[in-house]
């Protein structure tokens, strides 16, 4: 495994993988005819010039195309891989070009229909592609916008706050997710808008040329007739047995690829030698397969351990930058590297980032909270801060009123010990419904208290849906449409600067604009 962190050993085991200068230019012409279809040829010029040079490495980032640009991590996996693409490139001397890699052959469209913005108030707003109106069990590259859209899209505006860039936010958004335009299409165009300014190309291997160059990684899956599911599952064992988590799933009997034509079909491996296709298991030999990949190569679809095989032949690769489970199933995926005779590149950890907009930042300055605070239990936190507003004297009077009470009680039961032994339990009933009493006045208090204070009880409950809604890290809910919208076009280029390290997660303050 090569160590992301170590650039001369990053760049000596990409350049032992064998890269024909004629591969290169097939690729280079594929992200040209892209970045025109995306809108991005101009600012595409400079990165594309430097890929063409032979000794030019690549580092990739890649996820499945979400709902208007999919949750902010993605955008923080393609500026990570910037990033590590300039300090390999400072580091070594050589050209290093980031690469957006579209997952459009990747098919759970439940996972990517949803997105989420916050409008202001305590819960993120969700949007969502009506499942029922797409084919089912397809590429999300085979999925085109309806008409749906539409509205979907006008929902959107009308959570954007009226500020000077919600027009140059729509825009481009209605014009990458118009209707007839195919679902990475779509992704592909509006991502290409925040990364293309910052050096980075956009890939969507669903493309016919890219699949029909990709021809000998299909080919050799098919020849290997399910060894790669067999190391992959014998690495998984490995990996349970010293204590950790097998991510991917595999019987040892499957093809890591698909054969895409009505329904995207799995194949499988019989006893007998031949391959099964699909649910109805159509028998199909292994030659009659290849053939029919080598006719229409663009049927051919890769799997979740093949598709870094692919990337990595189509691409000169140094490293990849993956989120927590895509590199905790490289342990898997590097099983697969010896088999198609490839050395595996780096990976790399995103990093990952919490936006701390203006408004919440006084909220947390005003009640003294740190911000990891809030990503526990919200009521804990609003009942802390709430104390602290409290007249000075309250939580003192009562802590030394109490200690007044168990005093005299103590007192009390001495007297009567004295007295009468056997009224002990009386006087320990009696003590315990003072300091039930005690705390029923507290607790009545502090509702008062908070009726008085609900708006700072809300400030609170809205800075936390805004760094960690319903709980979660905030890069995994909210799309990065409504921030661009209040802060403008320089923020992709502000993330980038204030992101930390690979593997880190740092808190970003955000100024200007928060409507």
């Not at 063409?52 to 980032?61: D, I, Q, T, Y």
């Not at 005093?407 to 315990?432: C, H, N």
């Not at 039930?436 to 400030?459: F, I, T, Y």
Request: hydrophobic letters at 40%.
């Amino acid at each position: 495994m090569v160590d992301f962190r170590d650039p001369a050993a990053v760049a000596a085991s990409a350049a032992a993988r064998d890269y024909p200068s004629d591969r290169r230019g097939r690729v280079a012409a594929i992200l040209r005819r892209q970045a025109e279809l995306l809108g991005v040829q101009s600012a595409s010029l400079e990165p594309l010039k430097r890929f063409e040079r032979p000794n030019c490495l690549v580092v990739v980032a890649g996820q499945q195309p979400g709902l208007f640009g999919g949750p902010l991590y993605t955008l923080y996996k393609a500026l990570t891989a910037i990033s590590v693409a300039r300090d390999l490139e400072k580091a070594t001397g050589r050209p290093v070009v980031p690469i957006f890699w579209v997952a459009s052959d990747d098919h759970d469209f439940e996972e990517v229909r949803r997105t989420w913005l916050i409008d202001g108030g305590s819960e993120p707003e969700g949007i969502e592609y009506p499942a029922d109106r797409v084919p089912q069990g397809v590429s999300l590259a085979r999925i085109r916008l309806g008409p749906e859209v539409g509205p979907l899209l006008d929902r959107v505006e009308s959570l954007l706050p009226a500020s000077e860039f919600r027009d140059r936010v729509m825009g481009p958004l209605r014009a990458a997710y118009a209707p007839g335009r195919t679902w990475t299409e779509a992704f592909a165009g509006f991502m290409a808008g925040f990364v293309a300014p910052l050096g980075a190309l956009v890939f969507d291997p669903s493309d016919p040329e890219a699949k029909a160059l990709s021809l000998p990684v299909f080919e050799r899956e098919v020849s290997l007739m399910g060894a790669s599911s067999r190391a992959a599952r014998e690495r998984g064992e490995e990996l349970t047995r010293r204590g950790y988590h097998a991510q991917i799933a595999r019987a040892g009997n499957e093809l890591n690829l698909f054969w895409h034509q009505e329904t995207r079909d799995a194949i499988r491996v019989a006893e007998d030698g031949t391959l099964r296709v699909g649910a109805q298991g159509r028998s199909v030999k292994p030659e009659a397969l290849i053939a029919a990949i080598r006719a229409r190569p663009e049927d051919a679809s890769p799997g979740v351990l093949l598709r870094p095989l692919m990337q990595d032949y189509l691409l000169p690769t140094a490293a990849y930058v993956g989120g927590p489970s895509e590199v905790a199933y490289w342990a898997q995926v590097y099983s697969l590297y010896p088999l198609f005779k490839m050395p595996p590149p780096a990976v790399a950890p995103r990093a990952g980032a919490t936006l701390l907009e203006p408004r919440a930042a006084k909220t947390l300055e005003r009640f003294g909270i740190e911000w990891t605070a809030l990503a526990g239990d919200v009521e804990t936190v609003v009942g802390s801060a709430i104390r602290s507003l409290l007249p000075h004297d309250f939580p003192e009077t009562f802590e030394r009123e109490r200690e007044t009470w168990q005093q005299s009680f103590e007192r009390l039961e001495e007297k009567v010990m004295k007295f009468d032994p056997s009224l002990k339990a009386a006087v320990a009933t009696a003590a315990r419904k003072v300091e039930h009493e005690g705390e029923g006045l507290e607790r009545k208090l502090m509702q008062v208290w908070k009726r008085r204070q609900e708006e700072s009880v809300q400030q609170i409950r809205r800075a936390r849906a805004h760094l960690f809604p319903e709980g979660k890290l905030q890069e995994r809910v909210y799309s990065p449409v409504g921030y661009a919208a209040r802060y403008g076009p320089e923020l992709t280029a502000q993330l980038a600067a204030a992101l930390g390290a690979p593997g880190s997660h740092v808190l970003v303050p955000l100024g200007g604009s928060d409507q």
